[in-house]
Structure formats: structure tokens, C-alpha cells
């Protein structure tokens, strides 16, 4: 076997060199269709490996606690993905060779196989091996048309078609055995960057996705015309609101006794002159910019420190538009005043027009509201703000949008 992968890595190096340009479009579509169907075939012979090495008992005998630990350190692989080939390996060689050589013809695909293996085994567990034999037929002429996913759902009702009297109990058995894969499987991965930015990686259950989607999904849209962010931008900015949304609610519990909230250090004169950075309260730097953003809306608190950097008396913490003020301000504005957005007060922060770091006052004539993407997109942008006669704020544009810079409104909260 060794040899003849040997050939076979050697036959695939060729390819990876080959001049894919040159092929006609036909030649092209069967080589994509080909090198998908050895891939394939390759992971048959790959999980008979890791079954092979799982039975030995290899991993132990090495010093691994187990073997998918042991192939994330052979093979470089993270450890859910290597338990799920080990659960699929044992899952092959345990009653399901119709899966396995579907597989091993590069006729379903490896996503493919997990899902016939578990949707055969609750079969089996529920109506007996003669059902499965039936389910696996069914379930691998289906894989020619249907991709992972609707294969999942389809087998939901598989024994619609391989045992009708039992399909409803069978059914419920499914969901529930799915319901239990997803609790099982669910999980949530903050990993630090080393310049303080934060990569999420995780799989949320059915629950969680929904209630993350109905949260987000109103928050992605393009704010307007001049909005040019990614939608992979636009949803990041969406959970920056909503996280927003949740500290300013209150009802989230402590943290080390003080109420849920993020702290951002720095000195009168860096925030007042818009120089050097703050630093938040675990550990990563932020720019002046953001900080003198963030300082719109948000508590300070003096401190007066001695040379070594120790505080010698903090003084009263000073809220700025908050309460009465800021229900004010939501009854003048209604919302996002930068024109043409539609985003309600709940999403908004207070702006300061005049910025309190350079004397401006904290009332209602020198504020407005604005939801994240504005607020971000006016403090780094040469979009202006003011409030007209009448008392309304309306924004002046940059002159590469508009030469004549004429003043512009939301209309969207006015009519309503």
C-alpha cells in the first residue's frame, strides 16, 4: 500500500503542475470532476488508516491520550476534526460497508458519508439492520443529487420509504438524536491575535443561530448609498451593536462586582489633543480616534495619578448623555440622524457635535444620535454635523461627494 501511494502522490504532483490553462472546457470539467471523485476515494483509504491505528492502539502506546489527539499531532489537524474522522472510521467499520465502498467509488463524498452513517444508525436502532441495508441503497442514490445538508434532511423521513409503520417514531428518534449531536457538538472559540484583535470560531445549535440571525440580520443591510463595507464587515458591525445593546440594557450580571463594561485608559491630553493611544482594560491598544469615539458615550472617571503611573484619588465618575438627556434626545431625533438611515434609537450612541475632550458641552444642542456605522463613519470621514434654525441636526458632505456640499437630513424618522 505504501508503494502504491507513493505512485499515486507522485501521479498527483504531475497534475499539480500541469497547465490547467490548456485544457478545452470540456477536458476541463471532467479533470475537476475526476480529481473530486479521487479525493474521495483517498479519504476511503485515509479512514481505514485511522481505523487501522484506533484498533492497534497506536495513539496510547506513543504517549497520546487518545487518537485524535494523536493524529492532531501526526497530521496537524484540530482535534474536533480529527475525533469526527475517528467517529467515522469506527462508524464505517461497524456495519455500514455499502457506505464505505459508496465512498471508496468516489460516488458520495466524505460529508456525504457522515451524514448516511448517522442517518443509518438511528435506522438500525430503530427498525432493525434489514431497514438499514434498505436506507443505505436509498440514501447513496440520493447523495448523486442532493448535497449534505438537504441529504440531512431528507433523511429525516427515510423510513417513509424503507419502513412506513415505523416512520413517525423513527422520526422523532432522528430529531432527537440530532438535537443531541447539536448540544454535543456546540462550542465557542475566542483565540487573541497579537495586535489585540479577537478570531471567533465555533458551531452554534439550531437555537443559537436563530436567535443570532433574527439579532443580526436587521443590523447587515447597507445603511445607505455611500456604504461600501463587505457584507462580512457589515455583520461584524452588527455584533458590535448588538454586544453594545446588551451593556447598555444593565441586566447583565457582574463582573468582579462592578456592572458588565469595557474600560479604555488614557490621559486629559492625549484624549484632548488626539494623541498616543488608550489602552483597554485587557490589554490591547486603541487608537485616538477610537477613543475620543468611544468618549461620545460613556462614563468618565478622573484620576489623578503619581509619577509611577499609581492613582492618588479617583474622582466622582461623570455620565454624559444619559437618562433624562439622552430621552431627549431620542424624542427630537427618533433614531440614527444620518441621512437616509433607518436604525432605531435602541441602536444609537449620543455624538457629541463639539467633542466634550475639547470643551463641548454635554446638552442637547451639541448632540445627536447616531447608530455604530455612522458614528464611526462621521469621526473618520470629512462628513460634518450641526443643528439647523428649526433644531434639527443636518450633515454637511465631504466635497468629493458633493462640490456644492449641500446640508442633508434624515427623512426616514420624519416621516414616521
Known amino acids: 500500500m505504501v508503494e502504491e501511494l507513493a505512485q499515486a502522490d507522485d501521479a498527483v504532483a504531475a497534475c499539480v503542475d500541469a497547465a490547467a490553462w490548456a485544457l478545452s472546457e470540456d477536458d476541463l470539467v471532467g479533470a475537476l470532476e475526476a480529481a473530486h471523485r479521487l479525493e474521495q476515494r483517498l479519504a476511503a483509504v485515509k479512514l481505514a488508516l485511522v481505523r487501522e491505528v484506533d484498533g492497534r492502539g497506536i495513539a496510547r502506546a506513543q504517549g497520546a491520550s ?26 464505517l467499520d461497524s456495519g455500514n460497508p455499502g ?23 438511528t435506522v438500525q436502532t430503530t427498525a ?37 409503520d415505523l416512520a413517525d417514531a423513527a422520526t422523532q428518534k432522528a430529531l432527537d438524536a440530532d438535537a443531541a449531536r447539536a448540544d454535543r457538538d456546540r462550542h465557542l472559540t475566542l483565540s487573541t491575535q497579537t495586535d489585540g484583535r479577537l478570531r471567533l470560531t465555533g458551531i452554534l445549535d439550531a437555537e443559537t443561530a436563530g436567535l443570532l440571525r433574527a439579532t443580526i440580520d436587521p443590523l447587515t443591510a447597507p445603511s ?36 458588565a463594561q469595557i474600560v479604555v485608559t488614557t490621559t486629559y491630553d492625549e484624549l484632548t489633543h488626539q494623541l498616543g493611544t488608550g489602552t483597554l482594560d485587557t490589554g490591547p491598544q486603541l487608537t485616538p480616534e477610537v477613543v475620543r469615539r468611544l468618549a461620545c ?23 454624559l448623555i444619559t437618562g433624562p438627556l439622552r430621552r431627549a434626545l431620542v424624542l427630537r431625533d427618533k433614531g440614527c440622524a444620518f441621512p437616509g438611515c433607518d436604525r432605531p434609537p435602541r441602536w444609537c450612541h449620543a455624538h457629541h457635535i463639539h467633542h466634550w475632550a ?10 445627536v444620535l447616531l447608530c455604530g456605522h455612522h458614528h464611526r463613519h462621521l469621526h473618520h470621514t470629512n462628513w460634518t454635523v450641526r443643528l439647523a434654525n428649526d433644531g434639527h441636526p443636518e450633515f454637511t458632505p465631504p466635497t468629493w461627494l458633493d462640490p456644492k456640499q449641500l446640508p442633508r437630513r434624515n427623512h426616514y424618522h420624519r416621516r414616521t
Open 297 to 319: 458615550d460613556a462614563a468618565i472617571l478622573p484620576a489623578v495619578l503619581n509619577s509611577t503611573g499609581q492613582p492618588l484619588d479617583l474622582g466622582r465618575q461623570r455620565r
Open 66 to 91: 487518545c487518537t485524535a489527539v494523536w493524529l492532531r499531532e501526526r497530521l496537524r489537524l484540530t482535534v474536533p476534526a480529527a475525533r469526527r474522522l475517528v467517529d467515522l472510521a469506527t462508524a
Open 99 to 121: 457506505v464505505r465502498q459508496a465512498l471508496a467509488d468516489g460516488v458520495i463524498t466524505l460529508d456525504q458519508a457522515r451524514v448516511i452513517t448517522d442517518t443509518v444508525t
Open 358 to 367: 475639547d470643551g463641548g458641552t454635554t446638552n442637547l444642542t451639541n448632540a
Open 224 to 259: 445607505g448609498p455611500d456604504d461600501t463595507r463587505t457584507p462580512g464587515q457589515r455583520r461584524h458591525d452588527a455584533l458590535t451593536d448588538v454586544c453594545r445593546l446588551a451593556l447598555r440594557t444593565g441586566e447583565l450580571p457582574d463582573s468582579g462586582g462592578e456592572p
Open 128 to 164: 432493525g439492520a434489514e431497514a438499514a441495508d434498505k436506507a443505505v441503497g436509498v440514501l447513496v442514490e440520493w447523495a448523486g443529487q442532493f448535497d449534505p445538508t438537504l441529504l440531512r434532511k431528507l433523511g429525516t423521513r427515510i423510513l417513509d420509504h424503507v419502513a412506513p
